[in-house]
């Protein structure tokens, strides 16, 4: 029998609180905004709610800067509101996960106030401290040449005790030194146990594979040969005691609770990746990893858009899902996050003409795949990137602004270059993420009565939850039918085995799912001109079409048939 524990079975819903619902009108979304929408998420089909960062915070990464793991940032409401939503969603059958943020802290929280203040504090080692690296000419240097995601230099200097911190991210997110046993203890105290003795279900764990870094400190190789810091990952990505802490971390953590826990972990080998999440191994229960959502990036810089086919595609697809398969081990199944662009925009078709029916075939393609599948907010009405109009000034994120300032910086007055940066921006940039939920057609798009912090998208008059959610036709309605299939047939799309029929095929995707004598045949047309293709003995149980016509799949047009 297959092993059917609530984590592999669910669906999961990403709220990013700032621009998911504001009650109080004061332009950021807030704890009771998302209370208010929990009968629209059940009423969809959700089983977890993913809530991203609402922890106290500065706010220079979006919450995943953290000042205070026990304590609510003010703008998203009290910690009574946090209690509020625990239960609501408990109350709605629905469960609540956190996120867990714990390679840094913000350089705002208490643990890093201490640890700055002086060489002999006894918090000095619960951060990464460095002295200064002098050159030939006698000027004082960052430590290593390790460079930080958010651009430049992974290491910011402090007067105060004339040493560098590391950061792998922001200047205002100072890694955390996991060596450091007393360390580890304060983050499993504060970050994980508070939050579980108040009933959450589990963690989406960020950042999951950077926490333990190779050591002795030293330069990365060149990878990048004109750029001053170098991609560090070869020191700081599955690092050696990485395994170690995840194993703690279960023993002394997670293992006391019926916790659902899913890592950002982004990379690795098979291998590599199996011992995250071989139920044997004891770490975490599945992964997110990257290869669908990086399709299209430059791997030395994913701003820097590179071709890619439908034959990528289904590679990537192939192995987030098949890396787990013949062993104890579980996937996950998404397309968007708060860190990537629209899948839309990126996989279908964004144009009026197929915007419904393309995000019919990827909400189709999803719900048949093997593993925990993940939505982000927004994705069920189908929510496209922004304008390539936009300003870089309605850009409101720490990457894209670095990223632009950095380029800016060196080729100012280059304005083919600039508007290569913008062009970039508008396929890439996790802004496109990060708008206002899109709830109905008045002002701001029903998301709050004040002014939004970040610009809601031009496009909220044609695509809102309100013109879709009373008609049976519409992608959101789409969305409820699907992920009621998934679960009427979970031995076949969620646990089956996936085989791909046409692995050289440019414009379709047809794959078969099969479990002990059931099969399903899924065939999607990702292409905008007709395909023929050969007629088909089974029970068709889910299209996006009206009309049906035999062996002809018009653009876009998918079908769900059961074989046996
Ligand atoms: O992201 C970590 C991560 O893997 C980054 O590389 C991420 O893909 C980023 O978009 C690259 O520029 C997590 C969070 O999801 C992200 O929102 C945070 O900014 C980051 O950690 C730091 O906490």
Known sequence: ALDQKWWKNATVYQIWPASYKDSNGDGVGDIPGIISTLDYVKDLGVDVVWLSPMFDSPQDDMGYDISNYEGI???????????????????????????????????????????????????????????????????????????????????????????????LFAKSQPDLNWENPETREAIYKSAMKFWFDKGINGFRIDTAGLY?????????????????????????????????????????????????????????????????????????????????????????????????????????????????????????????????????????????????KSGKLLAMMEAALTGTLFIYQGQEIGMTNFSRDWDISDYQDIDSKNYYK???????????????????????????????????????????????????????????????????????????????????????????????LDHENKDMFTFTKTHEDKKALVVLNFSETNQTIQSIEGEMILSNVDQVNGSTLSPYEGRIYLLQ
């Open 212 to 356: 333990s870094k190779t050591y002795p400190i030293r330069d990365v190789p060149i990878i990048v040969p004109d750029q001053e810091f170098q991609p560090a990952e070869v020191y700081t990505h599955n690092g050696p005691r990485i395994h170690e802490f995840h194993k703690e971390m279960f023993s002394k953590v997670t293992s006391n609770y019926d916790a659902m826990t899913v890592g950002e972990v982004g990379s690795g080998s098979r291998e590599e990746s199996l011992k995250y999440v071989s139920a044997k191994e004891k770490e975490m229960n599945m992964i997110f990893l990257f290869d669908v959502v990086l399709l299209g990036a430059q791997p030395t810089d994913r701003y820097r858009p590179k071709k890619f086919t439908l034959v990528d595609f289904k590679d990537a697809v192939k192995r987030q899902c098949e890396f787990v398969s013949g062993t104890d081990a579980w996937s996950t199944v998404f397309l968007e996050n708060h860190d990537l662009p629209r899948s839309i925009t990126r996989f279908g078709n964004a144009s009026k003409k197929y915007h419904d």
């Open 406 to 500: 950095q380029i800016k910086e060196k080729n100012g007055n280059d304005k083919k270059k600039m508007q290569q940066v913008m062009d970039n921006l508008a396929l890439r940039a996790r802004d496109h993420a990060r708008t206002p939920v899109q709830w109905d057609d008045s002002a701001n798009a029903g998301f709050s009565t004040g002014k939004p912090w970040m610009r809601v998208n031009d496009n909220y008059k044609e695509i809102n939850v309100k013109s879709q959610v009373n008609d049976p036709n519409s992608l959101l309605s789409f969305y409820k039918q699907v992920l009621k299939l998934r679960q009427a047939y979970k031995n076949l799309f969620i646990h089956g085995d996936f085989e791909i």
């Open 73 to 167: 940032y003010p703008k998203y409401g009290t910690m009574t509101d946090m209690d509020n939503l625990i239960e609501e969603t408990h109350k709605r059958g629905m469960k609540l996960i956190l996120d867990l943020v714990i390679n840094h802290t913000s350089n705002e929280h208490d643990w890093f106030k201490e640890s700055r203040s002086s060489k002999t504090n006894p918090k000095r080692d619960w951060y990464i401290w460095r002295p200064p690296r002098i050159d030939e000419n006698g000027n004082r240097q960052p430590p290593t040449n390790w460079k930080s995601h958010f651009s430049g230099s992974a290491w910011a200097y402090d007067e105060l005790t004339d040493e560098y911190y590391l950061h």
